[in-house]
T-cell receptor, first 113, second 113 residues
Framework: GQQVMQIPQYQHVQEGEDFTTYCNSS?????IQWYKQRPGGHPVFLIQ?????EVKKQKRLTFQFGEAKKNSSLHITATQTTDVGTYFC?????????????FGQGTILTVHP | GAGVSQSPSNKVTEKGKDVELRCDPI?????LYWYRQSLGQGLEFLIY????????KSGLPSDRFSAERTGGSVSTLTIQRTQQEDSAVYLC???????????FGPGTRLTVL
Protein backbone atom coordinates (compact mmCIF):
# COMPACT_ATOMS: atom_id res chain seq x y z
CA GLY A 1 0.00 0.00 0.00
CA GLN A 2 0.92 3.64 -0.18
CA GLN A 3 3.52 4.82 2.31
CA VAL A 4 4.55 8.36 3.17
CA MET A 5 7.85 8.90 4.94
CA GLN A 6 8.58 12.18 6.68
CA ILE A 7 11.90 13.44 8.03
CA PRO A 8 13.24 14.54 10.37
CA GLN A 9 11.20 13.18 13.26
CA TYR A 10 12.37 15.96 15.56
CA GLN A 11 13.87 19.39 14.96
CA HIS A 12 15.10 21.79 17.62
CA VAL A 13 15.94 25.31 16.45
CA GLN A 14 16.75 28.67 17.96
CA GLU A 15 14.20 31.36 17.29
CA GLY A 16 15.09 33.04 14.02
CA GLU A 17 16.62 29.95 12.42
CA ASP A 18 15.06 28.27 9.41
CA PHE A 19 13.32 24.88 9.45
CA THR A 20 12.53 22.33 6.75
CA THR A 21 10.62 19.05 6.82
CA TYR A 22 10.50 16.60 3.92
CA CYS A 23 7.99 14.03 2.74
CA ASN A 24 8.46 11.17 0.32
CA SER A 25 5.73 8.93 -1.02
CA SER A 26 6.17 5.41 -2.32
CA UNK A 27 3.64 6.15 -5.08
CA UNK A 28 2.65 9.10 -7.25
CA UNK A 29 0.16 11.31 -5.48
CA UNK A 30 -2.85 13.18 -6.82
CA UNK A 31 -2.18 15.90 -4.25
CA ILE A 32 -0.44 16.48 -0.96
CA GLN A 33 -1.71 18.37 2.06
CA TRP A 34 0.11 19.82 5.04
CA TYR A 35 -1.27 20.08 8.57
CA LYS A 36 -0.05 21.60 11.82
CA GLN A 37 -0.88 20.17 15.22
CA ARG A 38 -0.18 22.28 18.27
CA PRO A 39 0.63 20.46 21.51
CA GLY A 40 -2.64 19.11 22.93
CA GLY A 41 -4.58 20.11 19.83
CA HIS A 42 -5.85 18.46 16.69
CA PRO A 43 -4.39 18.75 13.19
CA VAL A 44 -5.27 21.94 11.34
CA PHE A 45 -5.08 22.21 7.56
CA LEU A 46 -2.37 24.49 6.19
CA ILE A 47 -2.31 24.01 2.44
CA GLN A 48 -2.88 21.65 -0.48
CA UNK A 49 -0.55 21.22 -3.45
CA UNK A 50 -1.90 19.67 -6.63
CA UNK A 51 0.33 20.49 -9.61
CA UNK A 52 3.70 18.99 -10.41
CA UNK A 53 6.46 21.38 -9.30
CA GLU A 54 4.00 23.64 -7.50
CA VAL A 55 5.31 26.16 -4.99
CA LYS A 56 3.05 28.02 -2.59
CA LYS A 57 3.86 30.55 0.09
CA GLN A 58 2.06 31.58 3.24
CA LYS A 59 3.98 34.41 4.90
CA ARG A 60 7.13 32.70 6.25
CA LEU A 61 6.05 29.20 5.08
CA THR A 62 7.02 27.85 1.66
CA PHE A 63 5.55 24.59 0.37
CA GLN A 64 6.88 22.65 -2.61
CA PHE A 65 5.54 19.66 -4.55
CA GLY A 66 8.06 17.67 -6.53
CA GLU A 67 8.02 17.29 -10.28
CA ALA A 68 7.18 13.61 -10.01
CA LYS A 69 4.46 14.32 -7.44
CA LYS A 70 6.09 11.93 -4.99
CA ASN A 71 7.82 14.32 -2.64
CA SER A 72 7.13 17.58 -0.90
CA SER A 73 8.71 19.98 1.55
CA LEU A 74 7.70 22.65 4.01
CA HIS A 75 10.21 25.39 4.79
CA ILE A 76 9.77 27.96 7.53
CA THR A 77 11.95 31.06 7.39
CA ALA A 78 13.01 32.76 10.61
CA THR A 79 11.09 30.55 13.01
CA GLN A 80 9.09 32.04 15.88
CA THR A 81 7.94 30.43 19.12
CA THR A 82 4.41 30.35 17.68
CA ASP A 83 5.66 27.85 15.06
CA VAL A 84 6.03 25.16 17.72
CA GLY A 85 4.07 21.99 16.96
CA THR A 86 4.02 18.89 14.82
CA TYR A 87 3.89 19.29 11.06
CA PHE A 88 2.32 16.49 9.05
CA CYS A 89 2.18 15.89 5.36
CA UNK A 90 -0.66 13.80 3.97
CA UNK A 91 -0.61 12.28 0.53
CA UNK A 92 -3.77 11.61 -1.42
CA UNK A 93 -3.68 8.58 -3.65
CA UNK A 94 -5.17 8.04 -7.07
CA UNK A 95 -7.42 5.49 -8.71
CA UNK A 96 -9.05 3.19 -6.20
CA UNK A 97 -7.11 4.92 -3.41
CA UNK A 98 -8.47 8.34 -4.27
CA UNK A 99 -9.98 10.05 -1.26
CA UNK A 100 -7.80 8.23 1.24
CA UNK A 101 -5.07 10.30 2.85
CA UNK A 102 -1.88 8.68 4.09
CA PHE A 103 -0.14 10.76 6.74
CA GLY A 104 3.57 10.99 7.34
CA GLN A 105 4.82 10.41 10.86
CA GLY A 106 5.19 14.14 11.43
CA THR A 107 8.06 16.40 12.39
CA ILE A 108 7.98 17.79 15.91
CA LEU A 109 9.36 21.33 15.88
CA THR A 110 10.69 22.93 19.03
CA VAL A 111 11.72 26.60 18.93
CA HIS A 112 13.96 27.92 21.69
CA PRO A 113 13.57 31.65 22.42
CA GLY B 1 -22.44 23.18 14.27
CA ALA B 2 -19.56 25.09 12.77
CA GLY B 3 -17.02 22.32 13.07
CA VAL B 4 -16.55 18.61 13.55
CA SER B 5 -17.59 17.47 17.01
CA GLN B 6 -16.72 14.27 18.81
CA SER B 7 -18.00 12.67 21.97
CA PRO B 8 -17.03 11.82 24.55
CA SER B 9 -13.89 13.91 24.83
CA ASN B 10 -12.42 11.41 27.25
CA LYS B 11 -13.27 7.78 27.85
CA VAL B 12 -11.75 5.51 30.48
CA THR B 13 -12.74 1.89 30.28
CA GLU B 14 -11.67 -1.47 31.59
CA LYS B 15 -9.98 -4.06 29.46
CA GLY B 16 -12.54 -6.29 27.76
CA LYS B 17 -15.34 -3.72 27.68
CA ASP B 18 -16.87 -2.36 24.48
CA VAL B 19 -16.77 1.36 23.68
CA GLU B 20 -18.56 3.58 21.19
CA LEU B 21 -17.09 6.83 19.94
CA ARG B 22 -19.25 9.35 18.12
CA CYS B 23 -18.44 11.84 15.37
CA ASP B 24 -20.68 14.62 14.06
CA PRO B 25 -19.19 15.93 10.81
CA ILE B 26 -19.67 19.35 9.33
CA UNK B 27 -23.12 19.53 7.77
CA UNK B 28 -23.05 18.68 4.08
CA UNK B 29 -19.66 17.01 4.13
CA UNK B 30 -19.79 13.80 2.14
CA UNK B 31 -16.50 12.29 3.28
CA LEU B 32 -15.76 11.16 6.84
CA TYR B 33 -12.56 9.66 8.20
CA TRP B 34 -11.46 8.01 11.42
CA TYR B 35 -7.83 8.07 12.53
CA ARG B 36 -5.98 6.88 15.60
CA GLN B 37 -3.08 8.77 17.14
CA SER B 38 -1.00 7.19 19.86
CA LEU B 39 1.04 9.40 22.19
CA GLY B 40 3.67 11.28 20.22
CA GLN B 41 2.89 9.35 17.04
CA GLY B 42 1.49 10.14 13.65
CA LEU B 43 -2.04 9.60 12.42
CA GLU B 44 -3.01 6.03 11.65
CA PHE B 45 -5.82 5.76 9.09
CA LEU B 46 -8.67 3.53 10.22
CA ILE B 47 -11.68 3.91 7.93
CA TYR B 48 -13.10 6.27 5.30
CA UNK B 49 -16.72 6.88 4.25
CA UNK B 50 -17.54 8.66 0.99
CA UNK B 51 -21.20 9.34 0.27
CA UNK B 52 -23.16 6.14 -0.31
CA UNK B 53 -20.14 4.13 -1.42
CA UNK B 54 -18.89 1.14 0.51
CA UNK B 55 -16.44 2.38 3.17
CA UNK B 56 -12.71 1.85 2.86
CA LYS B 57 -11.99 -0.30 5.92
CA SER B 58 -8.41 -1.09 5.00
CA GLY B 59 -6.97 0.60 8.09
CA LEU B 60 -8.98 -1.17 10.77
CA PRO B 61 -6.41 -3.02 12.91
CA SER B 62 -8.60 -5.99 13.82
CA ASP B 63 -12.14 -7.30 13.64
CA ARG B 64 -12.76 -5.80 17.07
CA PHE B 65 -13.01 -2.44 15.32
CA SER B 66 -16.04 -1.41 13.28
CA ALA B 67 -17.67 1.81 12.20
CA GLU B 68 -20.89 2.90 10.67
CA ARG B 69 -22.26 6.11 9.28
CA THR B 70 -25.98 6.58 9.52
CA GLY B 71 -27.88 8.74 7.06
CA GLY B 72 -24.65 10.00 5.55
CA SER B 73 -23.98 12.11 8.63
CA VAL B 74 -23.14 10.93 12.16
CA SER B 75 -20.60 8.15 12.51
CA THR B 76 -19.90 5.75 15.34
CA LEU B 77 -16.64 3.89 15.83
CA THR B 78 -17.07 0.78 17.98
CA ILE B 79 -14.25 -1.10 19.64
CA GLN B 80 -15.20 -4.44 21.12
CA ARG B 81 -13.35 -6.20 23.91
CA THR B 82 -10.94 -3.30 24.34
CA GLN B 83 -7.26 -3.98 24.95
CA GLN B 84 -4.66 -1.74 26.57
CA GLU B 85 -2.98 -1.18 23.21
CA ASP B 86 -6.22 0.46 22.00
CA SER B 87 -5.45 3.44 24.25
CA ALA B 88 -5.00 6.46 21.98
CA VAL B 89 -6.69 9.58 20.73
CA TYR B 90 -9.29 8.78 18.10
CA LEU B 91 -9.73 11.59 15.62
CA CYS B 92 -12.57 12.09 13.20
CA UNK B 93 -12.35 14.33 10.16
CA UNK B 94 -14.75 15.34 7.41
CA UNK B 95 -14.41 16.83 3.94
CA UNK B 96 -16.91 18.45 1.62
CA UNK B 97 -15.68 16.29 -1.23
CA UNK B 98 -12.97 13.74 -1.88
CA UNK B 99 -10.35 16.33 -2.77
CA UNK B 100 -11.14 19.12 -0.37
CA UNK B 101 -9.72 20.33 2.91
CA UNK B 102 -10.03 17.87 5.75
CA UNK B 103 -11.39 19.30 9.01
CA PHE B 104 -10.57 17.48 12.20
CA GLY B 105 -12.61 17.16 15.36
CA PRO B 106 -11.05 17.58 18.80
CA GLY B 107 -10.70 13.82 19.27
CA THR B 108 -11.69 11.30 21.91
CA ARG B 109 -8.96 10.25 24.29
CA LEU B 110 -9.48 6.57 25.08
CA THR B 111 -7.74 4.98 28.04
CA VAL B 112 -8.06 1.25 28.57
CA LEU B 113 -7.05 0.17 32.06
Amino acid sequence: GQQVMQIPQYQHVQEGEDFTTYCNSSTTLSNIQWYKQRPGGHPVFLIQLVKSGEVKKQKRLTFQFGEAKKNSSLHITATQTTDVGTYFCAGQGSGTSYGKLTFGQGTILTVHP
Amino acid sequence: GAGVSQSPSNKVTEKGKDVELRCDPISGHTALYWYRQSLGQGLEFLIYFQGNSAPDKSGLPSDRFSAERTGGSVSTLTIQRTQQEDSAVYLCASRLGASDTQYFGPGTRLTVL
